[in-house]
């Protein structure tokens, strides 16, 4: 077995801290004696060895759904509706089709960005047409 003694050194006082290879308790305070260290604290070190693995990258149990990232475009795109409403439909399709890897959660917000989206989407296109259609 390891053994750590930390102690001090009997001629000159000064701290020692030392790793002594021993049987037992007794064998390491009769070694740290005769190499003249004055023991104040021993404590055994495992020996077993531990093999620790290499860092895997950590795996999220989340997945964003693609169509979240569509409606999150849509957000910006509902001003012009040309672009705005085929955006949000494409997000609402992906969102409702939904990989198998995302959450519901992650779809259920997608849907609900992409309706919302889509809704401002027609409003502002009736408010074109009302506006400028005259």
Do not use: H
Not at 12 to 34: F, P, Y
Not at 37 to 55: C, G, H, L, N, Q
Not at 85 to 95: H, R
């Amino acid at each position: 077995m390891l053994w750590r003694i930390d102690g001090a050194d009997s001629k000159t006082g000064t701290e020692v801290q030392l790793n002594i290879e021993a049987g037992s308790l007794e064998d390491v305070l009769i070694l740290a004696k005769a190499k003249g260290i004055f023991t104040s604290k021993v404590t055994e070190i495992s020996t077993t060895r531990v093999d620790v693995p290499y860092a895997q990258p950590i795996e999220s149990s989340e997945t964003i759904n693609p169509a979240l990232y569509i409606g999150i475009c849509s957000l910006v795109a509902w001003i012009v509706p040309i672009i705005g409403i085929p955006t949000s439909i494409l997000g609402l399709l992906v969102g409702l089709k939904g990989p198998k890897s995302a959450s519901v959660s992650s779809s259920v917000i997608a849907i609900i960005v992409n309706t919302i989206t889509l809704s401002f989407g027609i409003m502002n296109s009736i408010a074109g047409a009302i506006k400028y259609g005259r």
